[in-house]
């Protein structure tokens, strides 16, 4: 009888973890990163995540870009240490996370897993996408409430 309720102590402790799972998983977004616009040059992505707020964490950016070629400018995705760096559109000590081939097709995914602030910005020709075409956005992921 006692190994009979542990057997089934133990089987609705994992459906409740599964279903836990689930619906944390279920409430994230998946947000392109300048809806159609996409991540090109030109477009103010620091007014697009404005309007786009609040996101949370686990919610999946996806920034899509055309691969490099004869009619398009190469992108790519940083992530930088902090404000001061952001601002500045220092890529010095910011980590690359997509190169220029990772945003074509279906995109390249981050995922927001921290809740800590995130300084996204394009690293092409030393900058300039990120200081002059606007390339650069912050996000600010909140605990998401069930309830």
Same mark, same amino acid.
């Given at each position: 009888?006692?190994?009979?309720?542990?057997?089934?102590?133990?089987?609705? !402790?994992?459906?409740?973890?599964?279903?836990?799972?689930?619906?944390?998983?279920?409430?994230?977004? #998946?947000?392109?990163?300048?809806?159609?616009?996409?991540?090109? +040059?030109?477009?103010?992505?620091?007014?697009?995540?404005?309007?786009?707020?609040?996101?949370?964490?686990?919610?999946?950016?996806?920034?899509?870009?055309?691969?490099?070629?004869?009619?398009?400018?190469?992108?790519?995705?940083?992530?930088?240490?902090?404000?001061?760096?952001?601002?500045?559109?220092?890529?010095?000590?910011?980590?690359?996370?997509?190169?220029?081939?990772?945003?074509?097709?279906?995109?390249?995914?981050?995922?927001?897993?921290? #809740?800590?602030?995130?300084? +996204?910005?394009? !690293?092409?020709?030393?900058?300039?996408?990120?200081?002059?075409? %606007?390339?650069?956005?912050?996000? +600010?992921? %909140?605990? #998401?409430?069930?309830?």
């Amino acid at each position: 009888m006692v190994m009979r309720l542990s057997a089934m102590s133990l089987m609705l !402790g994992t459906l409740l973890l599964a279903v836990a799972s689930i619906s944390t998983t279920s409430l994230a977004a #998946r947000v392109v990163v300048g809806d159609s616009a996409h991540w090109t +040059f030109g477009y103010n992505y620091t007014e697009w995540a404005i309007k786009g707020s609040p996101f949370y964490q686990n919610d999946t950016l996806v920034f899509m870009y055309d691969p490099p070629n004869s009619t398009t400018f190469p992108h790519s995705v940083y992530l930088m240490k902090n404000l001061r760096s952001f601002l500045a559109c220092d890529l010095r000590k910011a980590k690359l996370v997509a190169n220029v081939l990772q945003g074509g097709g279906d995109g390249f995914e981050f995922v927001l897993k921290k #809740r800590k602030p995130h300084y +996204f910005a394009c !690293g092409e020709r030393n900058g300039i996408h990120c200081s002059v075409g %606007l390339m650069k956005f912050a996000v +600010f992921p %909140l605990r #998401r409430c069930h309830g």
